[in-house]
């Protein structure tokens, strides 16, 4: 649970110690802003996506379920500043599915912390093989890094690609290849 009353503190001599006048119009009720945002941006903390995969379908035939372009926000641990781009997940179930916005809301449960594009990534694909036993899972992630372009060599656009691989996705060279060619098809 965020305690509020903390980040509003917190946020006060975060202003102080760059030498900020907290009194002025503009930053009063900042710290307050902050605290109330953080409830929104990191409801994730202590969540799991039992709520969203818990819940399966069964099916017979299981070809490949591949979800692209799942828009998401996240906030880069090592500096608290933000990382957003999209998650591509695939699947290739072994008798159960869950509903595709499951998948979205999965990718928000891990996004809505302090995180890391590589751990975000890995426990997308972790949680679906946990929860759906699926025969193998796939996940890319691209995203562009504001700890990366607002600093440093600062340059815009840049986007950071992370892969997790699962089960059959791991072990067999032509799905990654199948799952590849059904990405590039926009
Ligand atoms: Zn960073």
Known sequence: M??????????????EGMGEDVTREGLKE???RIARMYEEIFAGIGQ??????GKTFSVEDGGMVLEKGIVFYSTCEHHLL?????AHIAYIP??????????????????????LQERLT???ADALME???PKGVMVLVEAEHMCMTMRGIK???TQTVTVAARGSFAKDKSLQEEFWRMLERR
């Open 2 to 15: 965020i305690d509020r009353e903390k980040i509003e503190q917190a946020v006060t001599l975060l202003l």
């Open 94 to 115: 072994d008798g159960k599915v869950v509903g595709l916005s499951k998948l979205a809301r999965t990718v928000e449960v891990y996004a809505r912390r302090p995180q």
């Open 122 to 124: 890995v426990q997308i």
């Open 30 to 32: 900042t710290p307050r």
């Open 131 to 133: 929860y759906l036993q």
């Open 82 to 86: 933000p990382f957003y781009g999209k």
């Open 155 to 157: 340059k815009p656009g």
């Open 48 to 53: 799991t996506p039992e709520e969203y995969l």
